[in-house]
């Protein structure tokens, strides 16, 4: 495996300049690749679009409503009877009735389960750090150029500055997985105490 660092930039002229800066301070091409990310959820890991094969919030929908079914049928099927003693109606008023209820109770079941799921999946992903889209810039380094690298991205304006390990091959991160959290790089000793004594 190989060690990788890499800055997101909002432009590709950004994100070429930076790499200008990387060649100057000793890195060599083959070892500097930069390519767009798409926003979360839009990286197309399936045939049919998307991140995931179905979406998590809607996994327990069938439990909500096999609830609401069974809660549904039994008050359509006290309605149905209601609605035969008070009024006469037909015994197929009844069944009509539970059958309705039913049907209504289900989609009130999964809806109520999928909007419980949806919460606590946007809680999650609040606490979990994601990949924002934008020019991806990755730099091959070895563990003593490792904080240099980071340095030179920051310096040129890189945000969300990582580090993983991966794959390098033909000059670029191919085993690159969007979906993936990043690991974040902290800044060197010397380094944070010049970002503070610029904002001092």
């Not at 419980?116 to 810039?137: K, T």
């Not at 150029?145 to 794959?167: C, D, M, Y």
Request: aromatic fraction near 8%; avoid cysteine.
């Amino acid at each position: 495996m190989s060690l990788i660092v890499a800055a997101r930039f909002t432009t590709f002229p950004g994100a070429e300049d930076a790499a200008e800066r990387l060649f100057r301070a000793g890195f060599v091409e083959e070892d500097v690749s930069l390519f767009f990310v798409n926003p979360p959820g839009q990286h197309a890991r399936y045939p049919i679009g998307g991140d995931q094969n179905k979406e998590a919030a809607s996994t327990d929908a069938p439990k909500g409503a096999g609830v609401g079914v069974t809660i549904g049928a039994v008050i359509g099927a006290v309605v149905g009877v209601g609605i035969f003693t008070a009024f006469s109606a037909p015994v197929l008023v009844s069944a009509i009735a539970a059958g309705v209820g039913a049907y209504i109770g289900s989609l009130i079941g999964a809806m109520y389960r999928t909007r419980e799921a949806s919460r606590s999946i946007r809680q999650e992903r609040a606490n979990f750090a994601q990949r924002n889209s934008g020019v991806l810039l990755a730099v091959h380094v070895a563990p003593e150029t490792q904080q240099n690298a980071a340095n030179v991205l920051r310096e040129a304006g890189g945000a969300s500055i990582e580090h993983a390990s991966g794959r390098w091959q033909q000059g670029r991160w191919a085993d690159f997985d969007p979906t993936r959290a990043p690991q974040p790089v902290q800044a060197s000793e010397p380094y944070a105490d010049r970002a503070r004594e610029r904002h001092a």
